[in-house]
């Protein structure tokens, strides 16, 4: 284990403050991923990340907010992880049903993903704001909110919903 790591994963990462919320490298702290982060569903945000980041050099500023949702997804940009706020769950809902939107391409996600990513163990808690999101986003053209396969408005549906791509969906 790395020495002032302390997540009990055993495997070789940077090295991390006491508190766990900042890696070292050569000398410099950065943000440190949400650990409460289901490890899926990291390995799909660090996916898209790094697909982001090849899209930089090959498509130019136009794709710097993947980057930017990724990282605010993973917990390393914006509000702090270790502090929520309601703001906070909600921008970060937000960047990880873009982010996961982006990286299943032409699939569907359940907005409960993105407050398992949020939420942590607490993920339940957040399912109300998860859908309210949803309905933001498919407002703004970002998302289509399906229930059964069908399209419909997000207000009025009752049960399990599924989140696609909408037109406004940057890819």
């Known amino acids: 284990m790395t020495p002032g790591r302390d ?3 055993g495997d070789e990462g940077p090295e991390r403050t006491p508190d766990g919320r900042y890696i ?6 950065w943000r440190a991923s949400d650990p409460a982060i289901p490890d899926a569903l990291r390995a799909e945000l660090v996916a898209e990340l790094m697909r982001a980041r090849r899209f930089v050099r090959t498509r130019g500023d136009e794709v710097r907010p993947f980057v930017h949702d990724a990282k605010v997804a993973l917990g390393e ?11 906070g769950c909600r921008d970060r809902l937000a960047a990880a049903i873009r982010t996961l939107l982006r990286h299943r391409e032409s699939s569907t ?6 407050a398992r990513i949020v939420g942590g163990e607490e993920w339940r808690d957040l399912m109300p704001i998860a859908r309210e999101v949803a309905a933001d986003l498919a407002g703004d053209g970002v998302v289509r909110v399906l229930s059964k396969g069908e399209e419909v408005d ?3 549906a009752r049960g399990p919903i599924r989140l696609a791509g909408g037109p406004a969906l940057e890819r």
């Open 109 to 114: 996600i359940c907005p409960s993903d993105a």
């Open 154 to 156: 997000p207000a009025a």
């Open 77 to 87: 940009r914006g509000p702090e992880w270790w502090e929520p706020t309601e703001a």
């Open 7 to 9: 997540d009990g994963a």
């Open 24 to 29: 070292v490298v050569d000398g410099r702290r």
